[in-house]
């Protein structure tokens, strides 16, 4: 059982950086991979970037690599998106998930934190 809680989410202005940060409950935290996940009004939900429970190994979606950095901290049972250059197209709830060790699935979700973009 996983909890998990987004913040770190506000108004920015195109080019500007936001950190989001997820904290998760659990002892087994360092096992799980984790990832982030956005969804803009109307649309579907889709994957932004994920790392695995030791951080050897990140995945970006092509719409935000080369601008987006995940990390994690497992000491403080956190995982980290910092977003630089942004661009309204980035408007949407961001989504924190991990998947634990032998699920082929996303199993839990945080609340999703707001991000907007203004040009």
């Known amino acids: 059982q996983v909890q998990l809680v987004e913040s770190g989410g506000g108004l920015v202005q195109a080019g500007g950086s936001l950190r989001l940060a997820c904290a998760a409950s659990?002892?087994?935290?360092?096992?799980?991979?984790m990832g982030w996940f956005r969804q803009a009004p109307g649309k579907e939900r889709i994957f932004v970037a994920s790392?695995?429970?030791?951080?050897?190994?990140?995945l970006y979606a092509d719409s935000v690599k080369g601008r987006c950095a995940i990390s994690r901290d497992n000491a403080k049972n956190t995982v980290y998106l910092q977003m630089n250059s942004l661009k309204p197209e980035d408007t949407a709830v961001y989504y924190c998930?991990?998947?634990?060790?032998?699920?082929?699935?996303?199993?839990?979700w945080g609340q999703g934190t707001q991000v907007t973009v203004s040009s």
């Open positions: 790392i695995t429970g030791d951080g050897g190994k990140t």
């Open positions: 659990g002892r087994t935290f360092s096992t799980n991979t």
């Open positions: 998930a991990a998947r634990p060790r032998l699920s082929y699935q996303w199993n839990y």
